[in-house]
C-alpha cells in the first residue's frame, strides 16, 4: 500500500508562522519552511492542498505544501488578504484601495498566476468580501457581482465579461460547486414587494430555473450541498420587530437546484437560526435553531426530521468528511462544550472541553478535531488544541496572539473510515490541559500597575492609601479592609474586645501625632498664640495626610463660595447676615489652610 502525506496545519501569529505535522504523526514543525522575517498577514491553502501562500508587507509568497520549495513570489506590497481558486492554478490578493492623481479609485482586487506570478486582471473592491470572486470547480469561470449584474469572465481574459446576469437590484450571489453549477442570486425587499432568490443555469440567463419570495430577509447566506444539487437559503433581519432577539429575526428555505422542490424549513422551536451544515456523503443537514438553550435537529433532502440532538446551549455545527462524526458545539459567549455524535448510531460519542475556542474544524483525515483560541478575539490563552474523536486530546500548544490556523485539503478518499469507530492509533501522546500550564505560575491577587516591577513584600506599599498609613504609622496593614464594612476577624476571638483593642490603637497615634506637632520652642509657640488658638482643636485629630488633604479641600471650597459673596457684596447686592458672616471668616479660614498645609509639608 503507497504511504499518504502526513495530515498538515499551518498558522500564523503576531511574531511566528509555521507548519506542523498534525496527528498520528509527531505534530511538530517542519523544518524545511524559511519563516520570513516580516509579520505575516495573511495565511491560505490552496484547496486542492497542493500551494501555500502568506502575504507579508513587501510581497506574496507562494510554496509547495509538501515540499515547502519555493514556486513564486509575487512582488506587490500591501496585500491583506490571499485566496486560491479551486484548483490551486490562480491566487486573488486584496488590498486598500488607492486613488490616482485624477481620484479615479485604483484596482485592488487581483488575480495572478500561483505558479509564475504574471498578473491576469485586476477590479475595484472598496470594502473586503471573503467572496468577492467566486469559481467554479472547473476554473472555467470567475464571477464577480457589479450593479444589476452578475458578471462571468474566462481567466485568459479578464477584461471583458463572457457572460453577464442582468437583474435589477441583484445584490449577493453564489456559484454552486459541482460539474454543472448553478447560480444563485438574492434581491432584497424593496418598499412593498417581498425579497426574491433566483437558481440559474450557468450560460443560460433568459429564466430561471427556480424561483423563491419571502418577507423579512435583507442578506441571505447560501449553504450548497458538495453536489451542487440543492442549497439551503439563510435569510436574516438586521431588526427583530417583535423585540424577542437581539440578532434580527432568521428563516431557512431548501430549495433544488433542478427546480422540483422548494420549502420552507420548519423548525418547533422559536428564536435564531445560528447554524447549518451539510452531510459531506448524504443528502441531509443539521440545524441549530431557537433561544437558548438551543435544539439541533438532522433533516433529510425532503426537509423531513431524522434525529433530535436534544436542547443544550450550542450554536455551532460540523460534520466530518466522512459524514460519520456530527459535532455541535457552543463557542462565543457559551462555555465551549463540544459534543461528538456517531451519525451511524445516533449516539453521543464523548464531550469535550473547548473553551474560548473561535476556531473550530475536522481535518481531512476526519478523525482529529481542531479548536483554536484566537487573536484579537480572545488576547489570553491563545493556542491550538486537537482531539481524537474518542475525545483523546492529543495536541496541546500556546501560542502567543495567534491570528490563524488551517488544515491542508486533502481528498476524504485518501483515509478511508472503517465501519466501527477505531480507537486512539497506538505510540500517539496523550495530552493534557494541564502540560501546557505546568510551568505557569499559579495565580495571584491583583497588583496596579505601578506596584509590579517590585518585590512583592507584605511592607511594601501597593496603592495611595498604604502610602499614606506608611508614612504616618510606619508600617501598612497586612490585611486589607473595605471601608464602612466590619473588621474581620479571626475565629473564636471576641468582637468587643477587637473593638476596644482599635480603639485604644487609635489613641495611641493620635496622642503621638499631637506631641509631636506641638514640640518645639515653648517661646515660639507663645509668641503664636493667637494665630494657634484660630486653629480648631479637631484638627488635632487629623492624623494622616489624606484626612489633611480632605481638610484643605473642604476649606478651599469654603473660600470660592467666599469669593462669589464677595463679588455679589461689590456689585451692591444685599447680603443675608449668615453671608456677611462667612466673609468675615476669609482671614481665620486662610490661616487655617496654611497651618495644615505646614502640617502637610512635615508629614512628607
Known amino acids: 500500500m503507497a504511504t499518504r502525506e ?37 495565511l491560505a491553502y490552496s484547496p486542492n492542498g497542493k500551494f501555500l501562500a502568506w502575504a507579508v508587507a513587501s510581497h506574496v509568497q507562494v510554496v509547495d505544501a509538501h515540499s515547502l520549495a519555493p514556486v513564486a513570489q509575487i512582488d506587490h506590497p500591501g496585500v491583506l488578504d490571499v485566496r486560491f481558486s479551486p ?22 482586487l487581483k488575480v495572478w498566476d500561483a505558479a509564475t506570478g504574471v498578473l491576469h486582471g485586476g477590479f475595484v473592491q472598496s ?44 445584490a449577493a450571489f453564489s456559484v454552486s460547486p459541482g460539474l454543472s453549477p448553478s447560480v444563485a442570486v438574492f434581491v432584497p425587499e424593496r418598499k412593498s414587494k417581498p425579497a426574491l432568490v433566483h437558481l440559474y443555469t450557468l450560460g443560460s440567463f433568459a429564466s430561471p430555473v427556480a424561483n423563491k419570495s419571502f418577507f423579512k430577509a435583507e442578506k441571505v447566506e447560501f449553504f450548497w450541498h458538495k453536489l451542487g444539487t440543492n442549497v439551503l ?155 481524537h474523536y474518542s475525545g483523546a486530546l492529543v495536541y496541546n500548544r500556546e501560542i502567543s496572539e495567534l491570528y490563524q490556523v488551517d488544515w491542508r485539503p486533502a481528498p476524504a478518499s485518501l483515509f478511508p473510515q472503517r465501519s466501527a469507530l477505531s480507537p486512539v492509533p497506538e505510540g500517539i501522546a496523550i495530552a493534557s490541559d494541564s502540560d501546557a500550564k505546568k510551568d505557569a505560575k499559579p495565580p495571584s491577587a491583583y497588583r496596579p500597575p505601578h506596584a509590579r516591577t517590585r518585590e512583592t513584600d507584605s511592607s511594601s506599599p501597593r496603592s495611595l492609601s498604604d502610602i499614606a ?15 464602612g464594612a466590619a473588621p474581620r476577624l479571626p475565629v473564636g476571638a471576641n468582637p468587643n474586645a477587637a473593638a476596644k483593642t482599635a480603639e485604644k490603637k487609635r489613641r495611641r497615634n493620635r496622642k503621638k501625632l499631637t506631641k509631636d506637632d506641638t514640640s518645639g520652642d515653648n517661646n515660639e509657640s507663645e509668641k503664636d498664640a493667637d494665630s494657634t488658638s484660630a486653629t480648631p482643636a479637631k484638627d488635632a485629630a487629623l492624623v494622616t495626610d489624606i484626612d489633611i488633604l480632605k481638610k484643605i479641600r473642604q476649606l478651599n471650597k469654603k473660600l470660592s463660595q467666599i469669593e462669589t459673596l464677595v463679588k455679589r457684596r461689590d456689585q451692591n447686592e444685599a447680603l443675608e447676615d449668615n453671608q456677611i458672616s462667612k466673609i468675615e471668616a476669609k482671614p481665620q479660614i486662610e490661616s487655617e489652610i496654611a497651618t495644615l498645609t505646614a502640617r502637610l509639608s512635615d508629614l512628607s
Open 6 to 42: 502526513a495530515t498538515q496545519f499551518a498558522f500564523r501569529a503576531q511574531k511566528d508562522m509555521g507548519v506542523c505535522n498534525a496527528p498520528p504523526a509527531s505534530a511538530v514543525s517542519v523544518d524545511q519552511l524559511a519563516k520570513p522575517a516580516e509579520e505575516v498577514r495573511a
Open 87 to 108: 484548483k490551486g492554478t490562480y491566487i486573488v490578493t486584496w488590498e486598500r484601495m488607492g486613488r490616482t492623481n485624477d481620484a479615479e479609485p485604483t484596482t485592488n
Open 127 to 170: 470594502s473586503f468580501v471573503a467572496a468577492a470572486i467566486q469559481w467554479t470547480d472547473d476554473e472555467k469561470y470567475c464571477a464577480k457581482l457589479f450593479p444589476g449584474q452578475v458578471r462571468f469572465y474566462t481567466p485568459g481574459s479578464m477584461t471583458k465579461p463572457t457572460l453577464t446576469l442582468k437583474l435589477d437590484g441583484v
Open 233 to 387: 437559503v439563510l435569510t436574516q433581519t438586521d431588526v427583530d420587530k417583535t423585540g424577542r432577539s437581539y440578532y434580527g429575526e432568521s428563516s431557512l428555505y431548501f430549495m433544488a437546484a433542478a427546480g422540483n422542490f422548494d420549502c420552507r424549513v420548519s423548525l418547533d422551536r422559536e428564536g435564531p437560526i445560528h447554524d447549518v451544515a451539510w452531510s459531506p456523503t448524504e443528502k441531509e443537514f443539521v440545524v441549530v435553531y431557537g433561544f437558548m438553550p438551543t435544539k439541533a435537529a438532522l433533516f433529510n433532502h425532503r426537509v423531513e426530521t431524522i434525529f433530535d440532538f436534544g436542547v443544550a446551549p450550542r450554536n455551532f455545527v460540523r460534520i466530518n468528511p466522512h459524514g460519520r462524526i456530527i459535532t455541535i458545539a457552543g463557542f462565543g459567549n457559551l462555555s465551549g462544550q463540544v459534543d461528538m455524535w456517531d451519525r451511524k448510531t445516533l449516539k453521543k460519542i464523548c464531550s469535550v472541553d473547548a473553551h474560548g475556542a473561535s476556531f473550530c474544524e475536522w481535518g481531512p483525515d476526519g478523525r482529529y478535531l481542531m479548536a483554536a483560541t484566537l487573536s484579537p478575539r480572545l488576547r489570553v490563552d491563545n493556542g491550538i488544541r486537537i482531539w
Open 469 to 483: 498609613e506608611q508614612k504616618s504609622f510606619g508600617g501598612v496593614a497586612t490585611q486589607r479592609t473595605v471601608p
